[in-house]
Protein backbone atom coordinates (compact mmCIF):
# COMPACT_ATOMS: atom_id res chain seq x y z
CA UNK A 1 0.00 0.00 0.00
CA UNK A 2 1.49 3.44 -0.58
CA UNK A 3 0.41 6.61 1.43
CA UNK A 4 -2.60 7.52 -0.24
CA UNK A 5 -4.24 3.96 0.79
CA UNK A 6 -2.95 3.86 3.97
CA UNK A 7 -5.55 6.28 6.00
CA UNK A 8 -7.06 3.12 6.56
CA UNK A 9 -5.05 2.62 10.17
CA UNK A 10 -7.80 3.88 12.05
CA UNK A 11 -11.08 2.72 12.99
CA UNK A 12 -13.42 2.25 10.77
CA UNK A 13 -11.08 1.73 7.45
CA UNK A 14 -14.36 0.76 5.45
CA UNK A 15 -12.50 3.37 3.00
CA UNK A 16 -15.17 5.08 0.71
CA UNK A 17 -12.27 7.34 0.50
CA UNK A 18 -11.28 6.33 -2.86
CA UNK A 19 -7.74 6.91 -4.94
CA UNK A 20 -7.98 10.04 -3.37
CA UNK A 21 -7.94 9.67 -0.25
CA UNK A 22 -10.73 12.46 0.37
CA UNK A 23 -13.90 12.16 2.42
CA UNK A 24 -17.46 10.73 1.27
CA UNK A 25 -19.91 12.58 0.21
CA UNK A 26 -22.66 13.07 2.82
CA UNK A 27 -25.20 13.16 -0.07
CA UNK A 28 -24.69 10.41 -1.64
CA UNK A 29 -27.98 11.14 -4.38
CA UNK A 30 -26.22 13.45 -5.74
CA UNK A 31 -22.23 12.84 -4.80
CA UNK A 32 -21.88 16.09 -3.17
CA UNK A 33 -22.35 18.05 -6.61
CA UNK A 34 -25.19 20.29 -6.76
CA UNK A 35 -27.08 19.41 -10.30
CA UNK A 36 -28.41 23.18 -10.66
CA UNK A 37 -26.80 25.61 -12.46
CA UNK A 38 -24.49 25.94 -15.12
CA UNK A 39 -22.37 23.07 -16.56
CA UNK A 40 -18.29 23.48 -16.70
CA UNK A 41 -15.72 22.20 -18.94
CA UNK A 42 -12.20 20.70 -19.25
CA UNK A 43 -9.57 23.60 -19.44
CA UNK A 44 -5.76 22.42 -20.60
CA UNK A 45 -3.52 25.15 -19.35
CA UNK A 46 -0.45 23.14 -20.67
CA UNK A 47 -0.70 20.76 -23.48
CA UNK A 48 2.80 18.82 -22.43
CA UNK A 49 1.46 17.82 -18.72
CA UNK A 50 1.53 14.19 -18.06
CA UNK A 51 -1.44 15.49 -15.69
CA UNK A 52 -4.94 16.87 -15.28
CA UNK A 53 -6.67 17.88 -12.28
CA UNK A 54 -10.16 19.14 -13.44
CA UNK A 55 -12.21 18.18 -9.76
CA UNK A 56 -14.59 19.98 -8.70
CA UNK A 57 -15.52 21.86 -11.97
CA UNK A 58 -19.10 20.98 -12.23
CA UNK A 59 -18.14 19.17 -15.86
CA UNK A 60 -20.98 17.56 -17.42
CA UNK A 61 -19.11 15.32 -19.79
CA UNK A 62 -15.86 13.98 -20.86
CA UNK A 63 -15.29 16.05 -24.65
CA UNK A 64 -12.67 15.73 -26.94
CA UNK A 65 -12.05 19.16 -28.10
CA UNK A 66 -9.32 20.60 -25.55
CA UNK A 67 -8.66 17.27 -23.98
CA UNK A 68 -7.32 15.80 -27.20
CA UNK A 69 -4.16 18.31 -26.90
CA UNK A 70 -2.74 16.67 -23.94
CA UNK A 71 -1.15 13.65 -26.51
CA UNK A 72 1.22 12.86 -23.11
CA UNK A 73 -1.43 12.82 -20.51
CA UNK A 74 -1.24 9.68 -17.72
CA UNK A 75 -3.25 10.93 -15.05
CA UNK A 76 -6.29 11.94 -15.33
CA UNK A 77 -8.60 13.88 -12.34
CA UNK A 78 -12.32 14.44 -12.71
CA UNK A 79 -13.49 13.76 -9.45
CA UNK A 80 -16.61 15.76 -8.02
CA UNK A 81 -18.35 16.28 -11.06
CA UNK A 82 -21.68 15.96 -13.12
CA UNK A 83 -20.27 13.12 -15.78
CA UNK A 84 -22.86 10.38 -16.49
CA UNK A 85 -20.89 8.28 -19.76
CA UNK A 86 -17.19 7.61 -19.87
CA UNK A 87 -16.13 8.40 -23.02
CA UNK A 88 -13.97 10.09 -25.55
CA UNK A 89 -10.66 8.27 -23.62
CA UNK A 90 -9.91 5.67 -26.48
CA UNK A 91 -7.13 7.97 -28.01
CA UNK A 92 -5.33 8.21 -24.12
CA UNK A 93 -3.54 5.14 -24.48
CA UNK A 94 -0.98 6.69 -22.21
CA UNK A 95 -3.18 6.90 -19.03
CA UNK A 96 -2.12 5.21 -15.88
CA UNK A 97 -4.53 6.36 -13.25
CA UNK A 98 -7.81 7.50 -14.31
CA UNK A 99 -10.23 9.06 -11.51
CA UNK A 100 -13.64 9.44 -11.57
CA UNK A 101 -14.45 9.79 -8.17
CA UNK A 102 -18.15 11.25 -7.21
CA UNK A 103 -19.54 11.50 -10.38
CA UNK A 104 -23.01 9.92 -11.91
CA UNK A 105 -21.73 7.40 -14.13
CA UNK A 106 -23.97 4.31 -14.28
CA UNK A 107 -22.15 2.21 -16.48
CA UNK A 108 -18.44 0.85 -16.91
CA UNK A 109 -17.77 1.35 -20.84
CA UNK A 110 -15.18 3.57 -22.72
CA UNK A 111 -12.00 2.08 -21.36
CA UNK A 112 -11.18 -0.53 -24.36
CA UNK A 113 -7.93 0.87 -25.38
CA UNK A 114 -6.58 2.25 -21.87
CA UNK A 115 -4.27 -0.51 -21.92
CA UNK A 116 -1.59 0.81 -19.53
CA UNK A 117 -4.18 2.19 -16.56
CA UNK A 118 -2.92 0.69 -13.08
CA UNK A 119 -4.87 3.02 -10.73
CA UNK A 120 -9.17 3.46 -11.63
CA UNK A 121 -11.24 5.17 -9.21
CA UNK A 122 -15.51 4.93 -9.63
CA UNK A 123 -16.21 5.01 -6.68
CA UNK A 124 -19.78 6.73 -5.69
CA UNK A 125 -21.25 6.29 -8.78
CA UNK A 126 -24.51 4.15 -10.21
CA UNK A 127 -22.58 1.53 -11.56
CA UNK A 128 -24.83 -1.63 -10.93
CA UNK A 129 -22.52 -4.53 -12.63
CA UNK A 130 -18.81 -5.28 -12.56
CA UNK A 131 -17.60 -5.31 -16.27
CA UNK A 132 -15.69 -3.15 -19.64
CA UNK A 133 -12.62 -3.77 -17.86
CA UNK A 134 -12.00 -6.87 -20.42
CA UNK A 135 -8.66 -5.18 -22.01
CA UNK A 136 -7.01 -3.22 -18.17
CA UNK A 137 -4.77 -6.28 -17.72
CA UNK A 138 -2.12 -3.98 -15.89
CA UNK A 139 -4.77 -2.46 -13.43
CA UNK A 140 -2.75 -2.64 -9.84
CA UNK A 141 -5.81 -0.49 -8.22
CA UNK A 142 -9.53 -0.48 -8.55
CA UNK A 143 -11.66 1.62 -6.54
CA UNK A 144 -15.83 0.50 -6.41
CA UNK A 145 -16.95 1.34 -3.03
CA UNK A 146 -20.36 3.16 -2.85
CA UNK A 147 -22.17 1.90 -5.88
CA UNK A 148 -25.11 -0.25 -6.43
CA UNK A 149 -22.89 -3.18 -7.01
CA UNK A 150 -24.85 -6.75 -6.41
CA UNK A 151 -21.67 -9.48 -7.07
CA UNK A 152 -18.59 -9.62 -7.97
CA UNK A 153 -17.96 -10.67 -11.40
CA UNK A 154 -15.62 -10.26 -14.30
CA UNK A 155 -12.43 -9.43 -12.26
CA UNK A 156 -10.64 -12.59 -13.15
CA UNK A 157 -8.41 -11.46 -15.41
CA UNK A 158 -7.06 -8.73 -13.46
CA UNK A 159 -4.13 -10.60 -12.64
CA UNK A 160 -1.83 -7.91 -11.58
CA UNK A 161 -4.50 -6.60 -9.09
CA UNK A 162 -3.14 -5.73 -5.52
CA UNK A 163 -6.08 -3.41 -4.22
CA UNK A 164 -9.49 -4.30 -4.61
CA UNK A 165 -12.63 -1.85 -3.17
CA UNK A 166 -15.91 -2.94 -3.20
CA UNK A 167 -17.35 -1.43 0.44
CA UNK A 168 -20.56 0.14 0.63
CA UNK A 169 -21.81 -2.01 -2.37
CA UNK A 170 -24.97 -4.87 -2.54
CA UNK A 171 -22.74 -7.62 -2.32
CA UNK A 172 -24.11 -11.00 -0.56
CA UNK A 173 -21.60 -13.26 -1.58
CA UNK A 174 -17.63 -13.18 -1.67
CA UNK A 175 -17.28 -14.95 -4.88
CA UNK A 176 -14.89 -15.27 -8.21
CA UNK A 177 -11.61 -13.67 -6.48
CA UNK A 178 -9.38 -17.05 -7.36
CA UNK A 179 -7.21 -15.84 -10.08
CA UNK A 180 -6.47 -12.70 -8.21
CA UNK A 181 -2.93 -14.07 -6.51
CA UNK A 182 -1.75 -10.35 -6.76
CA UNK A 183 -3.82 -8.83 -4.42
CA UNK A 184 -2.53 -8.11 -0.91
CA UNK A 185 -5.62 -5.57 -0.12
CA UNK A 186 -9.45 -6.03 -0.19
CA UNK A 187 -11.91 -3.78 1.44
CA UNK A 188 -15.76 -5.41 1.53
CA UNK A 189 -17.35 -3.37 4.63
CA UNK A 190 -20.66 -1.67 4.43
CA UNK A 191 -22.36 -5.03 2.13
CA UNK A 192 -24.37 -7.88 2.96
CA UNK A 193 -22.14 -10.22 3.08
CA UNK A 194 -23.03 -12.86 6.17
CA UNK A 195 -19.97 -15.54 5.91
CA UNK A 196 -16.00 -15.16 5.19
CA UNK A 197 -15.60 -17.58 2.54
CA UNK A 198 -13.65 -18.45 -0.97
CA UNK A 199 -10.50 -16.15 -0.19
CA UNK A 200 -8.03 -19.46 0.80
CA UNK A 201 -6.44 -18.59 -3.67
CA UNK A 202 -5.58 -15.05 -1.99
CA UNK A 203 -2.24 -16.09 -0.38
CA UNK A 204 -1.00 -12.70 -0.73
CA UNK A 205 -3.70 -10.69 1.35
CA UNK A 206 -2.12 -8.23 4.06
CA UNK A 207 -5.39 -6.55 4.50
CA UNK A 208 -9.02 -7.87 4.68
CA UNK A 209 -11.68 -5.90 6.08
CA UNK A 210 -15.72 -6.72 6.46
CA UNK A 211 -16.81 -4.05 8.84
CA UNK A 212 -20.50 -3.66 9.16
CA UNK A 213 -21.76 -6.47 7.33
CA UNK A 214 -23.58 -9.42 8.47
CA UNK A 215 -21.05 -12.05 10.10
CA UNK A 216 -21.50 -13.94 13.19
CA UNK A 217 -18.10 -16.25 13.00
CA UNK A 218 -14.71 -15.34 11.71
CA UNK A 219 -13.66 -18.75 10.01
CA UNK A 220 -11.92 -19.75 6.70
CA UNK A 221 -8.99 -17.23 7.18
CA UNK A 222 -6.27 -20.21 7.54
CA UNK A 223 -4.89 -20.05 4.13
CA UNK A 224 -4.42 -16.01 4.66
CA UNK A 225 -1.11 -16.45 6.69
CA UNK A 226 0.14 -13.10 5.31
CA UNK A 227 -2.85 -11.10 6.71
CA UNK A 228 -1.61 -8.44 8.98
CA UNK A 229 -4.55 -6.33 9.07
CA UNK A 230 -8.48 -7.75 9.84
CA UNK A 231 -11.41 -5.50 10.47
CA UNK A 232 -14.52 -7.14 11.16
CA UNK A 233 -15.86 -4.24 13.54
CA UNK A 234 -19.78 -3.93 13.47
CA UNK A 235 -21.02 -7.04 13.02
CA UNK A 236 -22.96 -10.38 14.78
CA UNK A 237 -19.58 -12.23 16.15
CA UNK A 238 -19.57 -13.62 19.36
CA UNK A 239 -16.64 -15.37 19.53
CA UNK A 240 -12.68 -14.68 18.73
CA UNK A 241 -11.59 -17.72 17.03
CA UNK A 242 -10.14 -18.78 13.95
CA UNK A 243 -7.15 -17.03 13.33
CA UNK A 244 -4.96 -19.57 13.92
CA UNK A 245 -2.82 -19.18 11.12
CA UNK A 246 -3.03 -15.66 10.82
CA UNK A 247 0.33 -15.14 12.98
CA UNK A 248 1.32 -12.17 11.39
CA UNK A 249 -1.80 -10.03 12.05
CA UNK A 250 -0.45 -6.43 13.77
CA UNK A 251 -3.88 -5.05 13.68
CA UNK A 252 -7.21 -6.72 15.08
CA UNK A 253 -10.48 -4.63 14.81
CA UNK A 254 -13.29 -6.60 16.67
CA UNK A 255 -15.24 -3.84 17.78
CA UNK A 256 -19.29 -3.03 18.06
CA UNK A 257 -19.79 -7.20 18.17
CA UNK A 258 -21.24 -9.72 20.75
CA UNK A 259 -17.85 -11.13 21.85
CA UNK A 260 -18.29 -12.37 25.77
CA UNK A 261 -14.56 -12.88 26.04
CA UNK A 262 -10.96 -11.74 25.14
CA UNK A 263 -9.45 -15.50 23.83
CA UNK A 264 -7.29 -17.32 21.49
CA UNK A 265 -5.12 -14.34 20.42
CA UNK A 266 -2.35 -15.25 22.25
CA UNK A 267 -0.27 -16.51 19.48
CA UNK A 268 -0.55 -13.46 17.76
CA UNK A 269 2.88 -12.24 18.90
CA UNK A 270 2.95 -9.52 16.18
CA UNK A 271 -0.34 -7.75 16.98
CA UNK A 272 -0.02 -3.97 17.81
CA UNK A 273 -3.28 -2.83 17.66
CA UNK A 274 -6.73 -4.48 19.05
CA UNK A 275 -10.06 -3.08 18.96
CA UNK A 276 -12.86 -4.73 20.70
CA UNK A 277 -14.82 -1.47 22.54
CA UNK A 278 -18.99 -1.77 22.20
CA UNK A 279 -18.91 -5.66 23.02
CA UNK A 280 -20.17 -7.70 26.62
CA UNK A 281 -16.99 -8.81 27.78
CA UNK A 282 -17.14 -8.25 31.90
CA UNK A 283 -14.90 -10.35 33.62
CA UNK A 284 -11.57 -9.08 34.00
CA UNK A 285 -9.65 -12.07 33.85
CA UNK A 286 -9.49 -12.76 30.43
CA UNK A 287 -8.15 -9.27 29.73
CA UNK A 288 -4.84 -11.24 31.28
CA UNK A 289 -4.16 -13.25 28.52
CA UNK A 290 -3.54 -10.10 27.07
CA UNK A 291 0.05 -10.67 28.29
CA UNK A 292 1.15 -12.40 25.60
CA UNK A 293 1.18 -9.85 23.11
CA UNK A 294 4.25 -8.50 24.17
CA UNK A 295 4.40 -6.11 21.02
CA UNK A 296 0.82 -4.83 22.11
CA UNK A 297 0.37 -0.64 21.50
CA UNK A 298 -3.10 0.47 21.61
CA UNK A 299 -6.08 -1.59 22.92
CA UNK A 300 -9.56 -0.42 23.15
CA UNK A 301 -11.67 -1.57 25.51
CA UNK A 302 -14.49 0.81 26.24
CA UNK A 303 -18.23 0.62 26.05
CA UNK A 304 -17.91 -2.88 27.77
CA UNK A 305 -18.96 -3.74 30.87
CA UNK A 306 -15.74 -3.51 32.43
CA UNK A 307 -15.33 -0.36 31.54
CA UNK A 308 -17.43 0.68 34.41
CA UNK A 309 -15.03 -0.06 36.63
CA UNK A 310 -13.69 2.57 38.56
CA UNK A 311 -9.78 1.31 38.14
CA UNK A 312 -10.77 0.10 34.51
CA UNK A 313 -7.43 2.02 33.15
CA UNK A 314 -5.32 0.99 35.47
CA UNK A 315 -6.46 -3.01 35.52
CA UNK A 316 -5.74 -3.06 32.14
CA UNK A 317 -2.23 -1.23 32.48
CA UNK A 318 -1.46 -3.47 35.25
CA UNK A 319 -2.49 -6.72 32.74
CA UNK A 320 -0.23 -5.21 29.66
CA UNK A 321 2.26 -2.52 31.25
CA UNK A 322 3.49 -1.93 27.91
CA UNK A 323 0.85 -0.81 26.02
CA UNK A 324 1.05 2.98 25.15
CA UNK A 325 -2.42 3.95 24.62
CA UNK A 326 -6.10 2.99 26.42
CA UNK A 327 -8.78 4.03 24.20
CA UNK A 328 -8.41 7.40 22.78
CA UNK A 329 -5.90 8.43 25.64
CA UNK A 330 -2.00 7.50 26.04
CA UNK A 331 -1.49 5.36 28.71
CA UNK A 332 -0.17 6.83 31.50
Given at each position: M????????????????????????????????????????I??????????????????AI??G???????????YL????I?????????????????Y????T??V????????E????S??????I?GL???L???K???????????E???H??????????????R?????????????????K??I?????????????????????????????????????????N????I?GL????????????????????????LVE??E??????????W????S?????????????????G???N??????L?V????????T?AR
Amino acid sequence: MDETDEKRTETPPVDNSGASGEPAPQNDAENGVEEEGPYGEIVVVDVDSPELDMNYQRIGAITAGELEKMTCLERLYLRWNLIKKIENLESFTSLVELELYGNQITEIVGLDTLVNLEILDLSFNRITQIKGLDNLLKLKKLFLSSNKIPKIENLSHLTNLELLELGNNKIRVIENLDSLASLEVLFLGKNKITEINNLSSLKNLKLLSLQCTRLTVIKNLEELTELTDLYLSENGIEVIQGLDNNKKLTTLDLAMNKITKVENISHLVELEEFWINHNKIADWTCINSLSANTKLNTVYLEKNPIGEDANYRRKIKLAVPWVKQIDATLAR
